[in-house]
């Protein structure tokens, strides 16, 4: 079947390890039915609905039941050591849960070309079933001066592809998700990010800044060694809440678990934050 023009526009597969992974800017049904996509329909097509937004996955749905939430760490560049100790945590409380904790990675290029022991350890878990990596895209350098990604001077599409490539390299990459450094964003930057067939992961409970977690929030710490409150309070939260994490009163669930559990709730997608020119 041949697509006509406004299919073709953005449509972008990515093969990961014999499956295809959609990610779709516009609809691409030529495309998704030559496709073995091993994914939920339901999280494609809303990958599909925020990238035509665009928003920004900042959280889930507060209606989610069971309560669960999102873990995610980041992995900027940095001169200090990793804090292994925090994913041995979410190891060992996996384990005592019986099945590997889900866990969000955002992870940059300096830091694999850094720490590739510390990368080697963390795919290491992964293969082994004591983890369940969701890897973000964190782009290639992570600039910082100029106002992070939205400095007119960053060649952007470059941070992102680059990235992506190394991800491919290391054979880790298995999202469509990007998470902005700093969490800063413009419309232009997103309008840019979701023509390239990525969804920005936010955060409403990035913890060294106070913030509270609540039914269906994504929690930010950074697991680079920049930020070892943040890591005490999530290992703090993980203790007060182990109990219920164990008897299922509570969840700790995928970026993808939560996303498509949120819209089965949520249709509307109330949830998403949509992002306007001029917003941020």
Known sequence: ???????????????????????????CPALTRAANVNRDPLFRDVVKRILE???????GSRRISPPGFAITTDL?????????GLYEALVALGRKLGKPLPVGIAISGRWMERYPKALAQLVRWNKEGKLAITWINHSDTHPVRGNF????????????????????????????????????????????????????VGADAWLAKGERVRNGSIILVHGNGN????????????????????????RVLSLEKLLTESARVDPGLQFISWVQPKSR
Request: glycine letters at 8%; aromatic letters at 12%; one cysteine or more.
């Open 53 to 59: 937004g665009p928003g920004v996955f900042n959280h």
């Open 149 to 200: 990604l939205v400095n007119p001077k960053v060649d952007f599409t470059k941070e992102v592809e680059v990235q992506a490539n190394r991800m491919r390299a290391a054979k880790i990459f298995n999202s469509p998700f990007f998470r902005f450094p700093g969490l800063i964003f413009n419309f232009s930057r997103m309008r840019q990010l979701s023509g390239m067939g990525y969804v920005a």
């Open 1 to 27: 079947m041949e697509m006509n023009r406004a299919e073709r526009i953005r449509c972008r597969g990515h093969a990961l390890a014999g499956w295809v992974v959609l990610l779709l800017v516009m609809a």
């Open 76 to 84: 900027c560049p940095s001169t200090k050591p990793w804090n292994r």
């Open 227 to 250: 930020e070892k409150f943040g890591v005490r309070l999530l290992k703090a939260f993980l203790r007060l809440k182990e109990k219920e994490i164990l008897t299922g009163k509570w």
